[in-house]
Nanobody, 124 residues
Framework: QVQLVESGGGLVQAGGSLRLSCAASGRTFNSYCMGWFRQAPGKEREFVAAIRWRGGTTYYADSVKGRFTISRDNAKNTMYLHMNSLKLEDTAVYYC?????????????????WGQGTQVTVSS
């Protein structure tokens, strides 16, 4: 059974930084695309960033390019999202997701597995 557990969310001032972690378990993820999505109150869930577990190719939404960095640690089976220069509009619940196969990133509701989400709140 695949399990994805996020951590690292919290309250931060605009311009600050946070690092989210996603601990993955239940299988090897070499054939997976791992990603981060977010959902703000009253809005649709949206893609943030993704990484191919094998090879490490990364993908970003335009809204976070240059500010966020996605990475993974194969030995720890953990994915990270380093968020810098945070803005008020980055406030959302952030979800870790895993998608089997060659497509990366996948459409917003395409992932096979989801974490429970972690709240990120950016204040002025």
């Amino acid at each position: 059974q695949v399990q994805l557990v996020e951590s690292g969310g919290g309250l931060v001032q605009a311009g600050g930084s946070l690092r989210l972690s996603c601990a993955a378990s239940g299988r090897t993820f070499n054939s997976y695309c791992m990603g981060w999505f977010r959902q703000a109150p009253g809005k649709e869930r949206e893609f943030v960033a993704a990484i191919r577990w094998r090879g490490g190719t990364t993908y970003y939404a335009d809204s976070v390019k240059g500010r966020f960095t996605i990475s993974r640690d194969n030995a720890k089976n953990t994915m990270y999202l380093h968020m810098n220069s945070l803005k008020l509009e980055d406030t959302a619940v952030y979800y870790c997701a895993a998608s089997y196969g060659s497509m990366c990133p996948v459409p917003t509701y395409g992932p096979d597995y989801w974490g429970q989400g972690t709240q990120v709140t950016v204040s002025s």
